[in-house]
């Protein structure tokens, strides 16, 4: 079966769309609607829309994205209520804007969870995880998530502390790296991806 076959896509705009639809009905995507989960998707939504209108794409990110010549879909399994998510779909978005052969599209990973559990990290269902499609073919040729690897690197050092922080703690800590990096690292990542297409 077709990897997209029968999935619900959004496209970036229609995502934020429903974020905003179900927010107005104290609701998010997935299961848990708690009044955390919300705050987590109020949040998010705020930084996705800043993020998207303030993050500088690289003289690079555009030129390996200019350097495509076949027809990709990068499918983006995540939830609204994600902070890493919300940090990297924006950029995400942007960068395959760079590209006229790149469509970007988004599945909710909780309605998805046999795809999902095709591309599991370390064993776990983290998000978010793109899937770089190849269209002639239908076949993954790549994938990146859930988050650029000196975040991913906060997170497993986090993992491994006894005793550990509040877990508020490193949500603080790997924002702020966020904040610092200011996509930087999300964009050399996909440069060296995109030049292995």
């Not at 950029?91 to 591309?119: C, F, G, T, Y």
């Amino acid at each position: 079966m077709e990897i997209q076959e029968k999935r619900i896509q959004y496209s970036f705009e229609n995502f934020v769309t429903l974020i905003e639809t179900l927010l107005a009905e104290d609701k998010t995507t997935g299961d848990n609607h708690s009044e955390a989960y919300l705050e987590y998707t109020r949040m998010n939504l705020r930084r996705m829309r800043r993020i998207h209108k303030t993050a500088k794409m690289l003289p690079e990110t555009e030129a390996a994205m200019k350097s495509i010549t076949g027809n990709y879909t990068w499918l983006v399994i995540t939830e609204a209520w994600c902070g890493d998510a919300a940090q990297n779909l924006p950029a995400l978005q942007r960068i395959s804007e760079l590209s006229p052969n790149v469509k970007l599209k988004i599945v909710l990973r909780d309605q998805n969870l046999d795809l999902m559990d095709q591309h599991l990290t370390n064993g776990g269902r983290s998000i978010p995880k793109l899937l770089m499609i190849d269209d002639s073919t239908g076949k993954v040729v790549a994938t990146w998530g859930p988050r650029p690897a000196p975040a991913q690197q906060l997170a497993a050092d986090y993992k491994k502390m006894d005793p550990k922080p509040a877990y508020s703690e490193f949500t603080k800590d790997i924002q702020k790296w966020y904040a610092g990096d200011k996509t930087l690292s999300l964009q050399a990542e996909f440069i060296t991806l995109v030049s292995k297409l």
